[in-house]
Structure formats: C-alpha cells, structure tokens
C-alpha cells in the first residue's frame, strides 16, 4: 500500500528554517504534482503551496518569498522549504502527492499524516 510519509517539522525560533519532506512510499507510484496545506490554532485548512506537473509553482500570499516548494521526480518525493519563519507559520502542515500507480491511469490522491512546526519567539 502506497503513503505519503512526511518528516522535516519540528519547533524553530523566528527567522529560522526548516526544511519538510513527504514522500511516497512503496513502489510503482509516480508523482505529477504536489501540494502543502497546513492548519493552525484558529484558522481552518489553507493551502500554501503547490506544483504542477510541469514545476510551476503557486503559493499563498503569506509565504510568497519565503517557502518554496520542490519536487525530485527520481524519488518521487515533494519538498517545502521554509525560510524566515514566523509565529504565525505555526500549525500542522499536511502534504498531498497527486499520481498514478504502476501502470494504472487513475489519478491517485496521497495525504501525509502532518508534522508539527512550531516557531517561538
């Protein structure tokens, strides 16, 4: 069975970096595009990133300039790398892997369990 397994989160001081990855277990699935989500105390889901098949990428108007989002299709793994952290980048952020299995056209949806990060003053 294929998952996304995410690792990377963890707790920073402002202006730090950290460094998320979430990649698909298992063999035979192919990553085409990838986003990160993350959730925090008081707002709902919201997406702050993502990449399309062909590497264009769109983020958030929060994280614009600091986090970028990347995609090494040989490991088929999606990465976020955030800069210049904030108190307010503090949540659980989720990734989604977007692909196909084997030799299946089916376009499959993969959700990470969610890492933590928390950025402290």
């Known amino acids: 069975q294929v998952q996304a397994v995410e690792s990377g989160g963890g707790l920073v001081q402002v202006g730090g970096s950290l460094r998320l990855s979430c990649a698909a277990s298992?063999?035979?699935?192919?990553?085409?595009?990838g986003a990160w989500y993350r959730q925090g105390a008081e707002v709902g889901r919201e997406e702050v990133a993502s990449?399309?098949?062909?590497?264009?990428?769109d983020y958030a108007y929060a994280v614009k300039g600091r986090f970028t989002i990347s995609r090494d299709d040989a490991s088929n793994t999606l990465y976020l790398q955030m800069n210049s952290l904030k108190i307010e980048d503090t949540g659980v952020y989720y990734c989604r892997l977007s692909g196909t299995r084997g030799r299946s056209l089916a376009l499959v949806e993969l959700y990470g369990q969610g890492t933590q990060v928390t950025v402290s003053s």
């Open positions: 990449i399309g098949v062909h590497g264009n990428t």
């Open positions: 298992g063999s035979g699935f192919t990553v085409y595009t």
